[in-house]
């Protein structure tokens, strides 16, 4: 496990962060690419049939558990269903987002040749529609043209969203027009923001000893890092930094270089943490900016926890037990324990989608024919299809259950509305679109830290 030691300060703000990270690396955090809760033994992915949501013969279809409200087409839109190919790859192919209640932003790869653009990746097309709703009615479109098969779109909470292009970060609107915002000193491998959107986290690949040029996102000479890990040298140069930046002025609060691309689940107050205790017992522990640290929760799990702030006060927990499935759990930033919901051994992968705010969450997984384990491992022939399961994030009500193909290992084929009361499934050739009565508010308070 990597541990870094991180401590930075933001002398305009008066306030330094410090920080011990004990975190997941990339097989056991929560959210996409980098954020998969389950460790497969994943073999033989080029020559097999398309998986599909076709149950074997004998077995029901996987039915949603309401209809949806209406459905767009996407074949008149210039979609096609990704091929074999890209099975297993877990790369971005699709992204759909809700710009507001009555409006879509979807976008997709658009087949074709593949132009060699360097080590980092593939040059290619991917086609952006805004959909009006109910109708489907196209308001505005264009087509991007991105360097390599990462995630690259990320939705703002006013409409607005961000594009990544290797080290170029752009913002988009409605009209699609986009302008510049960020140019990292390299390629930048993930981000994500805290539910308030405060803070972006960004992780990069950069080369080493050098200092970024003008335009580029700076490294405070503030900050300070030491890194260990057991699988490499201490003293070796990283080659991945992760900075926390202020999104009101784009200034650079923490920074740390890093072995590994890593999920960092933050809200506007700090950091949240799984610690090993004894047994199979794990403590959550909430690391402050302004300094120390509250335990609020633990949790039994065969695995390291995977973690996800779903609000500003409320965390989602993804924990293992030992016969193969997941539990998922709920808690507060005060040590509240609100809900549980299990999975079965047979549903791997698994992914979330989020409304703003966190009021409902779209837990997304592959649904395989056998259990996945060191001598049970899994070809793509095994899978069935995948599955769409929507909570209320207050008390973990299941509000709808609904598949979605092709199955997109990479995500971005399910959104919820700002409301929470639509979700978006790409599902049999359309965008299905269910509608759900208004989720209950989510809990407010919270922890305050204790000493440093």
Same mark, same amino acid.
């Given at each position: 496990?990597?541990?870094?030691?991180?401590?930075?300060?933001? =002398?305009?703000?008066?306030?330094?962060?410090?920080?011990?990270?004990? %975190?997941?690396?990339?097989?056991?955090?929560?959210? @996409?690419?980098?954020?998969?809760?389950?460790?497969?033994?994943?073999?033989?992915? =080029?020559?097999?049939?398309?998986?599909?949501?076709?149950?074997?013969?004998?077995?029901?279809?996987?039915? #949603?558990?309401? $209809?949806?409200?209406?459905?767009? #087409?996407?074949?008149?839109?210039?979609? +096609?269903?990704?091929?074999a190919y890209y !099975?297993?790859? &877990? !790369?971005?192919?699709?992204?759909?987002?809700?710009?507001?209640?009555?409006?879509?932003?979807?976008?997709?790869?658009?087949?074709?040749?593949?132009?060699?653009?360097?080590?980092?990746?593939?040059?290619?097309?991917? =086609?952006?529609?805004?959909?009006?709703?109910? @109708?489907?009615?196209?308001?505005?479109?264009?087509?991007?043209?991105?360097?390599?098969?990462?995630?690259?779109?990320?939705?703002?909470?006013?409409?607005?969203?961000?594009?990544?292009?290797?080290?170029?970060?752009?913002?988009?609107?409605? *009209?699609?027009q986009l302008k510049?915002?960020? &140019?990292?000193?390299?390629?930048? %491998?993930?981000?994500?923001?805290?539910?308030?959107?405060?803070?972006?986290? *960004?992780?990069?690949?950069?080369?080493?000893?050098? !200092?970024?040029?003008?335009?580029?996102?700076?490294?405070?000479?503030?900050?300070?890092?030491?890194? *260990? +890990?057991?699988? =490499?040298?201490?003293?070796?140069?990283?080659?991945?930094?992760?900075?926390? %930046?202020? &999104?009101?002025?784009?200034?650079?609060?923490?920074?740390?270089?890093?072995?590994?691309?890593?999920?960092? $689940?933050?809200?506007?107050?700090?950091?949240?943490?799984?610690?090993?205790? +004894?047994?199979?017992?794990?403590?959550?522990?909430?690391?402050?900016?302004?300094?120390?640290?509250?335990?609020?929760?633990?949790?039994?799990?065969?695995?390291?926890?995977?973690?996800?702030?779903?609000?500003?006060?409320?965390?989602?927990?993804?924990?293992?037990? #030992? @016969?193969?499935?997941?539990?998922?759990?709920?808690?507060?930033?005060?040590?509240?324990?609100?809900?549980?919901?299990?999975?079965?051994?047979?549903?791997?992968?698994?992914?979330?989608?989020?409304?703003?705010?966190?009021?409902?969450?779209?837990?997304?997984?592959? +649904?395989?024919?056998?259990?996945?384990?060191?001598?049970? $491992?899994?070809?793509?022939?095994?899978?069935?299809?995948?599955?769409?399961?929507?909570?209320?994030?207050?008390?973990?009500?299941?509000?709808?259950?609904?598949?979605?193909? #092709?199955? %997109?290992?990479?995500?971005?084929?399910?959104?919820?509305s700002p409301s929470?009361?639509?979700?978006?499934?790409?599902?049999?050739?359309?965008?299905?679109?269910?509608?759900?009565?208004?989720?209950?508010?989510?809990? !407010?308070?919270?922890?305050? $830290?204790?000493?440093?």
């Amino acid at each position: 496990m990597l541990k870094w030691l991180l401590q930075a300060g933001e =002398r305009q703000a008066g306030y330094c962060i410090r920080a011990s990270l004990g %975190l997941a690396v990339v097989a056991a955090a929560l959210v @996409q690419p980098v954020a998969h809760a389950q460790s497969l033994g994943w073999f033989s992915l =080029r020559h097999h049939k398309a998986a599909s949501n076709v149950p074997p013969e004998g077995e029901p279809a996987v039915q #949603p558990s309401q $209809p949806p409200a209406f459905a767009i #087409p996407v074949e008149p839109l210039g979609f +096609t269903a990704p091929g074999a190919y890209y !099975e297993g790859l &877990r !790369e971005s192919l699709v992204s759909l987002d809700f710009l507001d209640e009555n409006r879509l932003l979807f976008t997709f790869h658009v087949p074709g040749l593949m132009h060699r653009s360097g080590e980092d990746g593939d040059e290619r097309q991917i =086609r952006a529609v805004v959909l009006g709703l109910p @109708q489907g009615t196209v308001e505005a479109e264009a087509l991007w043209t991105l360097h390599d098969h990462a995630r690259y779109v990320w939705m703002l909470n006013d409409g607005h969203f961000l594009l990544r292009d290797q080290e170029d970060l752009e913002q988009g609107d409605s *009209t699609l027009q986009l302008k510049p915002l960020l &140019r990292f000193p390299g390629p930048v %491998l993930w981000m994500e923001m805290d539910p308030t959107q405060q803070y972006l986290v *960004t992780d990069s690949r950069e080369p080493t000893g050098t !200092e970024p040029k003008a335009g580029e996102v700076p490294r405070p000479g503030t900050a300070v890092a030491s890194v *260990t +890990t057991d699988s =490499r040298e201490a003293g070796g140069q990283p080659e991945i930094v992760l900075r926390i %930046l202020r &999104r009101a002025s784009w200034q650079v609060m923490l920074v740390s270089h890093v072995r590994a691309t890593a999920h960092l $689940p933050i809200n506007s107050e700090g950091y949240l943490e799984s610690l090993r205790s +004894t047994g199979l017992q794990w403590l959550l522990n909430l690391n402050y900016f302004t300094g120390g640290s509250a335990v609020v929760g633990k949790v039994d799990s065969s695995c390291a926890p995977a973690l996800e702030f779903l609000g500003q006060r409320e965390a989602l927990v993804a924990s293992c037990n #030992p @016969q193969g499935g997941r539990w998922l759990a709920a808690i507060t930033t005060d040590g509240r324990h609100l809900w549980n919901a299990s999975s079965l051994p047979t549903q791997v992968w698994p992914m979330v989608a989020k409304a703003p705010g966190g009021s409902r969450l779209a837990w997304e997984t592959l +649904t395989v024919s056998h259990p996945v384990g060191t001598f049970s $491992p899994l070809s793509f022939d095994d899978v069935k299809g995948q599955l769409v399961e929507v909570y209320d994030g207050a008390d973990g009500k299941r509000m709808l259950t609904a598949p979605a193909s #092709p199955v %997109l290992d990479g995500g971005g084929n399910v959104a919820i509305s700002p409301s929470g009361q639509r979700v978006a499934v790409l599902n049999g050739g359309s965008i299905q679109v269910y509608e759900l009565p208004a989720p209950p508010p989510l809990p !407010e308070g919270g922890a305050g $830290p204790t000493s440093p």
